[in-house]
C-alpha cells in the first residue's frame, strides 16, 4: 500500500459478537499488500465536510491483496458506525500499511494482552508467527466483561491445541455463575503469568486506561521499556 490513497473495497462483514464485527476488505489496484502482522490501515473519508481518519489494526495475516478488521461500534462515532453500515462492494480510502506493533525478530517468550477489540494485531500475528516460531512460547492474555465477547474464541482454542508453545486465557470480568475460566481484568493474569521471570516481552493491545495501567505495573516489576511494546487505540 505505502503512502498512496487507495481504494478498499469491501467484501464482507458480519456480526461476531455483539455490537462488533469481522470486516474482509480487497485492494483490487494492487496483487499483494506488503503488511507486517500487527500493524494498521488508515482510513479516511469526508464527513461533515470534514475529512476524517481512523487507524484501524489488520486482523488477519498478510494473503494476497486482502486484510481483514475486527470493529466495535462506538455509539455516536463516525467512522465506526459508518463502516458497519457498510455494504459489500462499497468502497473506502485507504492508506498503510503503518505502525510498529509488530513482533520483534528473532522473537522472544511472548504475552499477548489484549481487552476487547485489542485482540485484532494479535489474531493477526498468531497466525502468522506460531508456526516460525515453535521454540518460543506464546501466551494470550484475553479480557472481556462477557463470554459473548470472547473474539475468535474457536480459533484460539484450535490454535492453542495445535500449537503446544501457544495457550491461551481468556478471562472475563462480568462471568456469570457457569464460567469456570479466568476471572477479573488482563492486569493480574499477565503478572501471574510473568511469574518470576523478568526476560519475556510484553505485548499490549488495548484502551489507553488498561494499556497505561499495565504498563506501569510491568515497569514497576522491573521489566525494561524495550519489552513492553504496546498499541493504545484512543
Ligand atoms: C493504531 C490504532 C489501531 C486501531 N485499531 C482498531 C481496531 O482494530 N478496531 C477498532 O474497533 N478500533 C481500532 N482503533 C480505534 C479507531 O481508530 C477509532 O478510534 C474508533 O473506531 C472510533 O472511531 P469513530 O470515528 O467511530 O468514533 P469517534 O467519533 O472518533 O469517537 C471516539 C471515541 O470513541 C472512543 N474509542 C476509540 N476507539 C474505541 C474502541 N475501539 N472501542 C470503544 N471506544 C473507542 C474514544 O476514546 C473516543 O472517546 C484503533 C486506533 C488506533 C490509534
Redesign the pocket.
Known sequence: MGVAVLQARLIESREIAPEIRHFVFEVPEVEQLPYLPGQ?VSFSGMFNDKK?T????T?SPPWRNRFE????R?Q??????YLFDMQPGATVDVKGPL?HFVLKNPANDSIFVAT??GI?PFRSMLHAHLETNPDRQFTLVFGVRFEPSLLYRAEFEQLAKNYPNFLFLPTLSRPTEEWSGLKGHVQQHVIETLGERRDMDVYICG?KAMVDDLRLKLKELGLDRRQIIF????
Open positions: 494498521f476524517i481512523r487507524a484501524y489494526s486482523a478488521l475486527c470493529l466495535n462506538v455516536d462515532g463516525f467512522f465506526s458506525p505502525g476487547g477489540t485484532a484502551m498499541e493504545k487505540y484512543d
